[in-house]
């Protein structure tokens, strides 16, 4: 089992930085491949990025590409959104998901935290 908890949100001018944290408990979160989505309202939920276990690899949304990249440290079992450029349509609320092979869907799931980017 994988709990998964959002933190560093909020409010900030377009143009602005923010980065995201997604801390998740259990041991076995370092062997898990990790990615983050976002919803904004009235629209369906959205991939942003993704990286694999190790790291190695990662991949992203084309709407983020160039402005966002995404880590992870596996020995505090935390995985980073780093937001650059923001726009206001990248206003929305930020999820992290994990699974356990890349041939699953995500089965892990947080509550989200909100990003709002002003103009």
């Known amino acids: 089992q994988v709990q998964l908890v959002e933190s560093g949100g909020g409010l900030v001018q377009a143009g602005g930085s923010l980065r995201l944290s997604c801390a998740a408990s259990?041991?076995?979160?370092?062997?898990?491949?990790t990615g983050w989505f976002r919803q904004a309202p009235g629209k369906e939920r959205e991939f942003v990025a993704g990286i694999s276990w190790s790291g190695d690899n990662a991949n992203f949304a084309d709407s983020v590409k160039g402005r966002f990249t995404i880590s992870r440290d596996n020995a505090k079992n935390t995985v980073y959104l780093q937001m650059n450029s923001l726009k206001p349509e990248d206003t929305a609320v930020y999820y992290c998901?994990?699974?356990?092979?890349?041939?699953?869907?995500?089965?892990?799931w947080g509550q989200g935290t909100q990003v709002t980017v002003s103009s």
């Open positions: 259990g041991r076995t979160f370092r062997t898990y491949t």
């Open positions: 998901a994990a699974r356990y092979s890349d041939y699953e869907p995500y089965k892990y």
